[in-house]
């Protein structure tokens, strides 16, 4: 009986660890965020809602990559805690908008805070290596994909907000 030897191709082996590093990510996300007693997913619609609200859920959805594919189940949440308020839009009633409530803006600055710290941590690491041509490779990758849009879409929202000095 033959012995087949089976190699990780390159490019499942790059799959896998950007899901590797994506849980890694999540899991120290998950602990970060424990004190302030939101999800990672929580933070993430705090932070698009304080850059861009009011929005529709809809539109929420577009600045999202949610695995769930959409956000009502995380905003749902977030207006059962008080953080985020449904009403009426001012040029159409019919139309329902987001916004944060006081609550949820200071906690939007909590979840800012812990990311900075989080990002500053990871720094030292990430001024030793070139990720430009890896961030290339993975637009080239998701160039027709639907996430491609998401991305360009908060890389412009977080352009409009002024950066936290270095």
Do not use: N, W
């Not at 590093?21 to 939101?38: C, K, M, N, P």
């Not at 009011?54 to 594919?69: H, N, T």
């Not at 953080?83 to 839009?89: G, L």
Request: net charge neutral.
């Amino acid at each position: 009986m033959l012995c087949q030897v089976f190699l990780l191709d390159p490019f499942e082996e790059l799959s896998l660890l950007i899901k590797a590093v994506y849980r890694e990510s999540q899991r120290q996300l998950t602990e970060a965020f424990h004190d302030l007693g939101i999800t990672p997913a929580q933070a993430e619609v705090l932070l698009v809602l304080y850059q861009a609200e009011p929005m529709s859920l809809g539109a929420l959805g577009d600045y999202l990559i949610a695995e769930g594919g959409h956000p009502s189940r995380l905003v749902d949440r977030l207006v059962q805690s008080g953080d985020v308020e449904r009403r009426s839009a001012i040029d159409d009633r019919r139309r329902l908008e987001l916004l944060l409530t006081e609550q949820g803006r200071v906690r939007s600055q909590q979840v800012m805070a812990v990311k900075q710290k989080m990002l500053a941590a990871a720094k030292p690491l990430m001024a030793q290596h070139d990720i430009a041509p890896m961030k290339q490779l993975l637009e080239d990758y998701l160039q027709k994909s639907r996430r491609a849009k998401t991305v360009e879409m908060r890389r412009q929202l977080a352009q409009q907000l002024p950066q936290p000095p270095a």
